[in-house]
């Protein structure tokens, strides 16, 4: 700073400079007493505007970088997430997906896909795309389970046409489009075998509509329908002046009906027993195949047998064992990337457990402690950066100007550098 100041003086002037002087007058009394008094005399208002703000220069530029620092937290700002950059639109896209409803899961896709595809931050825009495609595929895969067929494919049909995993969803929609039509023609087979009085036809057609995949057809439909045959079997059986119609199978199942069911039920019970058997054997080994082959089995077992709860209970307790198998890898790896200092790493690999698995909730409890910490690295950042730009070494002190000595007393004076015109005053003044 000082030697700056030294600098500055020479360009506008020292105090010498500013004193009219010539080597002709050298030996006047009168302009040498001009001359020493003129030297005493206090600066210019120039070289004072000029030195105040050297001295402010460095303390402004504290100040502005200062400012620059406090903006903590650099947490990216979603309102026009489409206009920043692609790893703020990665993190704005997972703060929507967080919502978990379809609309933001939808929104979410279409922030993401809008990554440049040369981008190196596209192929993780992608993985989180198709995970909650996905997601909105099971959102919809309930509705259909539960027979809302309409509401299904309306969710289904969120996943945006522009993404490459809308091609499953359209193969998704037309099995499930294939499956309900089929379910109704046998459901109306049956009641028109109902309604002839043909109960061995009407039981087959029931136990078809059991091997459907969906749970609204195997058991609120199904029950539905044994309810009209058996309403059906009551008013013959009471109906004394109608004679009873029973249609002999090429099984040959017993004349009487009420027989035949309960032979039926017996069958059935016994089926679904070792089903339930082969199921918890094949789960014993405990591998991820075992478990699924297991799950396959047990979702065989009819409801309204005494075996069908029992089945219901060991397949949730499978497909958590099942889950749990195939995303504990992801959370190790998850683990391992946040020790060595990755935490985006980490928290790219724990996203890779999907919403509603069974390992979700510790997924994103680690996911969130992971960009807790990944926040306050940053902060601490720039908490050091600012530290350093701030701190009292960093702005330099003005030099004290010696004050000048009121007498007459002769000293020895130096012009170190004088300006252009003005030589410098060597020896004693007298």
């Known amino acids: 700073m000082q030697g700056r100041l030294r600098s500055l003086i020479r360009i506008v002037g020292s105090p010498m400079s500013l004193v009219p002087h010539h080597p002709s007058d050298a030996s006047s009394d009168r302009n040498l007493e001009f001359t020493t008094s003129a030297r005493r005399r206090p600066w210019g208002w120039q ?69 440049d595809r040369k981008h190196p931050l596209r192929d993780e825009g992608d993985r989180l795309i198709n995970i909650w495609a996905q997601e909105i595929l099971r959102r919809a895969e309930a509705e259909f389970q539960n027979g809302n067929l309409q509401g299904a494919i309306d969710i289904a049909q969120q996943v945006p046409s522009r993404i490459r995993p809308y091609q499953q969803v359209q193969q998704t929609v037309q099995a499930w489009e294939d499956l309900w039509q089929t379910a109704e023609e046998l459901y109306q087979q049956g009641q028109t075998a109902i309604e002839q009085e043909e109960w061995y036809e009407a039981l087959s057609v029931g136990r078809r509509l059991l091997q459907l995949d969906n749970r609204y057809w195997t058991t609120e439909r199904y029950r539905e329908l044994m309810r009209q045959l058996q309403v059906a079997r009551d008013n013959q059986k009471n ?183 003005v030589p410098a005053i060597d020896g004693p003044v007298n």
């Not at 026009?80 to 703060?95: D, L």
């Not at 002046?241 to 019970?269: T, Y």
């Open 239 to 421: 109906n004394k002046n109608k004679p009873k119609i029973a249609q002999s199978p090429p099984s040959a199942p017993p004349a009487n009906v009420e027989d035949f069911l309960s032979q039926w039920e017996r069958e059935q019970e016994e089926e679904d027993r070792s089903r339930l058997q082969r199921a918890q054997q094949q789960a014993q080994s405990g591998d991820v195949e075992a478990l699924k082959a297991a799950i396959a089995e047990a979702q065989g077992i009819l409801y309204g047998t005494d075996s069908y709860d029992t089945a219901q209970q060991a397949i949730a307790q499978w497909r958590q064992q099942m889950e749990t198998l195939e995303d504990r890898p992801y959370i190790e790896r998850a683990q391992q990337l946040a020790n060595q200092g990755d935490l985006q790493g980490a928290i790219s690999e724990a996203s890779n457990v999907s919403w509603g698995r069974a390992l979700y909730g510790e997924a994103r409890g680690y996911i969130d402690t992971w960009r807790d910490q990944a926040y306050q690295q940053e902060a601490q950042r720039r908490n050091a950066e600012m530290e350093r730009i701030i701190r009292p070494s960093a702005i330099p002190a003005a030099t004290p100007i010696p004050a000048q000595s009121t007498t007459s007393t002769p000293t020895t004076q130096r012009n170190p550098s004088p300006s252009p015109g």
């Open 47 to 115: 070289s004072w505007v000029v030195v105040s703000g050297l001295l402010i220069l460095p303390a402004g530029v504290a100040f502005f970088a200062l400012t620059e620092l406090m903006q903590i937290p650099a947490v990216p700002q979603c309102f026009n997430a489409r206009q920043s950059p692609p790893s703020h639109q990665i993190y704005c896209a997972e703060q929507l997906a967080s919502k978990h409803d379809t609309e933001s899961l939808r929104r979410a896709i279409l922030l993401a896909n809008a990554i």
